[in-house]
Nanobody, 116 residues
């Protein structure tokens, strides 16, 4: 129901955009978001966007990452600029019904590696 893509290997300072296609019924009625899990660390949500386009970011990515959604394509994007080695992680898209609830749906994850 959620299919993420676009991960890869980039060098520090470069940019990358990852995408997640959702089924229409999920996309139109849920807050979409991105979480990431670095090796040996817990999974944390880093960005969310409501159906109206209101965004929230974790402090660690504020100002560098941009989340957006395209209703015509049922797709949520995460544009990542000025990537650093500490951004290396598996990135998961997700969907939730409220900012105060855990995600109800998860994508399979896409690996982003930042290394020189």
């Amino acid at each position: 129901q959620l299919q993420a893509s676009g991960g890869g290997l980039v060098q520090p300072g470069e940019s990358l955009r990852i995408a997640c296609v959702a089924s229409g019924d999920i996309f139109s009625s849920h807050i979409m978001g991105w979480s990431r899990q670095a090796p040996g660390k817990e999974r944390l949500t880093i960005a969310t966007i409501t159906t109206r386009g209101t965004t929230l970011y974790a402090e660690s990515v504020e100002g560098r990452f941009t989340i957006s959604r395209d209703s015509a394509k049922n797709t949520v994007y995460l544009e990542m600029d000025d990537l650093q080695p500490e951004d290396t992680a598996i990135y998961y898209c997700n969907a939730r019904t409220s900012q105060y609830r855990l995600p109800k749906f998860w994508g399979q994850g896409t690996l982003v590696t930042v290394s020189s």
